[in-house]
């Protein structure tokens, strides 16, 4: 298809804020290294000290029958959206850093990265500047084994055609939300608007992606989206943005626009539900109870009834501000709900009021609200990434002041701020507040380890990007260490997770493709 003179500007704009910055010398652990901008030799490769284990208190994440085990299965590590992990991340010790480019030079980012169990393999989607791929990546070298491509999404036809950048940099579908079934299958939702089941089998050839199921939402989602034909439709379009199962086995799925619909694997039954007037951005969290969603406007508890239709068991509505806030890619909560307590007795997000954004926690059962508590400096507090969980603590993350990797300039960073908030007999109270800035990351915990991963920067006048995997103590908030994972624009995680592997893997999805840290000893 020939490129048009509007899409040169915007791929342009790319390339100048990417592809046109000083490189150093590329680091010999791999053939296919990220490349660094300039001033690596200029920060520090190493700060702080290894870390001790000191476990974090609270039962074990249960595991959903129906998704891979806790610390495999997903985005925010499993059912629950806790964010944490039953295993050891890198403590500190003599860390090395391995890096593969993902996209020949141009922005590559793995969104998401879950490691299958069975064959101990990296599951991935990552995004290349306007296609969608999911990638079987080597937990070592980081190489790929197998990719297979998916739609593009509507909003990149947006971006190019219109000149809006900020539709795809805000566009969380595509796949980003896909999770690993209890047989390491890929279930994904793509921008055909299907749900599919990917299975990884290895051939005499090779590994290879195969579809082994294929379910069509298009009878039951708007789906007149932008083409490169058709830029403009009449019709209206809603992508679907995220699928995770329930308890029972049905494959829950939500939209943009405010769907919230089911698909029975065993007879290919969808049923829908509509929020009129409201829209979805994030991911939701499940228990053996029912799902949490949240849109920008309220927080539900959901359940499916005997036919497998999703019915609202209760609503709560949350102060969801005047604006989008920087730090944010929608307006109102920028969080995943996320189940907590010895048995998911609590359901915890984060609210968009000013001056101050707050940490809600719910009572699962009815909705009812335990404590507000607010959270970082007025007038600079934000969130769009979902908080961690585990027993009767959180931890969250201020994302004001970061918008996306191509506008933030060079030196600059988030305002900062991680804070604990922990749910007492009387309410909720807030532990401490580290001042490390982590723009956009999903943040995760290591369990037995007792630390907080985050990916920070820190503002420079030299203009310097120096991206940073940072412990922090779950126990006392201090930071524990940092290791420099590059600098640069390529090195920016551009709202991907942290994720870790169960063999003390720190894995990061950067604009430039994937950041392995992992101790040597």
């Given at each position: 298809?020939p490129?048009?003179?509007?899409?040169?500007?915007i791929?342009?704009?790319?390339?100048?804020?990417?592809?046109?910055?000083p490189?150093?010398?590329?680091?010999?652990?791999?053939?296919?290294?990220?490349?660094?901008?300039?001033?690596?030799?200029?920060?520090?490769?190493?700060?702080?000290?290894p870390?001790?284990?000191?476990?974090?208190?609270g039962?074990?994440?249960?595991?959903n029958?129906?998704?891979?085990?806790?610390?495999y299965a997903?985005?925010?590590?499993d059912?629950?959206?806790?964010?944490?992990y039953?295993?050891?991340?890198?403590?500190?010790?003599?860390?090395?850093?391995?890096?593969e480019?993902k996209?020949?030079?141009?922005?590559?980012?793995?969104?998401?990265?879950?490691r299958?169990?069975?064959?101990?393999l990296l599951?991935a989607?990552?995004?290349?500047?306007g296609?969608?791929?999911?990638?079987?990546?080597?937990?070592?070298?980081l190489?790929?084994?197998?990719?297979?491509?998916?739609?593009?999404?509507?909003?990149t036809?947006?971006?190019?055609?219109?000149?809006?950048?900020?539709?795809v940099?805000?566009?969380?579908?595509?796949?980003?939300?896909?999770?690993?079934?209890?047989?390491?299958?890929?279930v994904?939702a793509?921008?055909?608007?299907?749900?599919?089941r990917?299975a990884?089998?290895?051939?005499?050839?090779?590994?290879?992606?195969?579809?082994?199921d294929?379910?069509?939402?298009?009878?039951?989602?708007?789906?007149?989206?932008?083409?490169?034909?058709k830029?403009?439709?009449?019709?209206?379009?809603?992508?679907?943005?995220?699928?995770?199962?329930?308890?029972?086995?049905?494959?829950?799925w939500?939209?943009?626009?405010g769907?919230?619909?089911?698909?029975?694997?065993?007879?290919?039954?969808?049923r829908?539900?509509?929020?009129?007037?409201?829209?979805?951005?994030?991911s939701?969290?499940?228990?053996?109870?029912?799902?949490?969603?949240?849109?920008?406007?309220?927080?539900?508890?959901?359940?499916?009834?005997?036919?497998?239709?999703?019915k609202?068991?209760?609503r709560?509505?949350?102060?969801?501000?005047?604006?989008?806030k920087?730090?944010?890619i929608?307006r109102?909560?920028?969080?995943?709900?996320?189940?907590?307590?010895?048995?998911?007795?609590y359901v915890?997000?984060?609210?968009?009021?000013?001056?101050?954004?707050n940490?809600?926690?719910?009572?699962a059962?009815?909705?009812?609200?335990?404590?507000k508590?607010?959270?970082?400096?007025?007038?600079?507090?934000?969130g769009?990434?979902?908080?961690?969980?585990?027993?009767?603590?959180?931890?969250?993350?201020?994302?004001?002041?970061?918008?996306?990797?191509?506008e933030?300039?060079?030196?600059?960073?988030?305002?900062?701020?991680?804070?604990?908030?922990?749910?007492t007999?009387h309410?909720?109270?807030?532990?401490?507040?580290?001042?490390?800035r982590s723009?956009?990351?999903?943040?995760k915990?290591?369990?037995?380890?007792g630390?907080v991963y985050?990916?920070?920067?820190?503002?420079?006048?030299?203009?310097?990007?120096?991206?940073?995997l940072?412990a922090?103590?779950?126990?006392?908030?201090?930071?524990?260490?940092?290791v420099?994972?590059?600098t640069?624009?390529?090195?920016?995680?551009?709202?991907?997770?942290?994720?870790?592997?169960?063999?003390?893997?720190a894995?990061?999805?950067?604009?430039?493709?994937?950041?392995?840290?992992?101790?040597?000893?």
């Open positions: 298809m490129r048009t003179g509007r899409r040169r500007r791929y342009g704009a790319v390339g100048l804020a990417l592809c046109c910055l490189v150093s010398a590329p680091r010999p652990a791999l053939a296919d290294p990220i490349p660094d901008g300039r001033g690596r030799d200029a920060v520090p490769a190493y700060l702080g000290a870390a001790v284990p000191e476990p974090i208190p039962r074990p994440v249960p595991a029958p129906h998704m891979g085990p806790p610390g997903a985005m925010h590590a059912s629950h959206a806790s964010d944490t039953p295993f050891l991340g890198p403590m500190g010790h003599d860390p090395q850093v391995l890096t480019a996209a020949n030079g141009l922005p590559g980012l793995c969104s998401t990265v879950n299958a169990r069975r064959s101990g599951v989607q990552c995004t290349r500047v296609t969608f791929t999911l990638r079987l990546i080597d937990p070592r070298t190489k790929d084994l197998a990719v297979h491509e998916l739609p593009g999404r509507p909003s036809v947006q971006a190019v055609t219109g000149l809006e950048l900020d539709k940099l805000t566009d969380t579908s595509g796949g980003a939300y896909f999770y690993l079934d209890s047989q390491d299958r890929a994904l793509d921008s055909a608007f299907r749900i599919r990917f990884h089998v290895r051939t005499p050839k090779g590994w290879r992606f195969k579809v082994v294929d379910w069509d939402l298009r009878k039951h989602v708007p789906h007149s989206c932008p083409t490169w034909t830029p403009k439709p009449e019709g209206e379009c809603d992508p679907v943005t995220s699928v995770q199962p329930d308890w029972k086995g049905l494959i829950w939500v939209t943009r626009k769907r919230i619909g089911t698909l029975d694997p065993r007879s290919g039954r969808i829908v539900l509509r929020l009129k007037g409201e829209e979805i951005q994030n939701f969290a499940a228990s053996r109870d029912g799902v949490s969603i949240v849109s920008d406007h309220a927080l539900y508890r959901l359940r499916a009834d005997a036919r497998g239709r999703p609202v068991l209760w709560e509505t949350y102060d969801r501000g005047v604006r989008r920087s730090g944010q929608d109102g909560s920028g969080t995943t709900p996320t189940f907590l307590g010895d048995r998911a007795e915890a997000i984060t609210d968009n009021a000013e001056p101050r954004m940490v809600l926690v719910h009572r059962r009815d909705g009812k609200r335990l404590c508590v607010p959270v970082f400096q007025k007038n600079k507090s934000a769009d990434n979902s908080l961690i969980g585990f027993g009767r603590s959180l931890v969250v993350e201020n994302n004001s002041g970061y918008r996306n990797f191509v933030l300039a060079p030196g600059a960073s988030s305002v900062g701020g991680l804070s604990r908030v922990d749910i007999s309410g909720c109270r807030t532990v401490w507040t580290s001042k490390e723009p956009s990351t999903v943040a915990a290591s369990v037995p380890g630390l985050a990916y920070t920067k820190e503002p420079r006048r030299d203009g310097i990007d120096a991206w940073y940072t922090i103590d779950f126990h006392t908030g201090r930071t524990a260490y940092k420099l994972t590059g640069g624009k390529y090195f920016d995680n551009n709202w991907a997770p942290i994720n870790l592997g169960p063999d003390g893997t894995y990061i999805g950067v604009v430039g493709g994937l950041v392995a840290v992992r101790d040597r000893r």
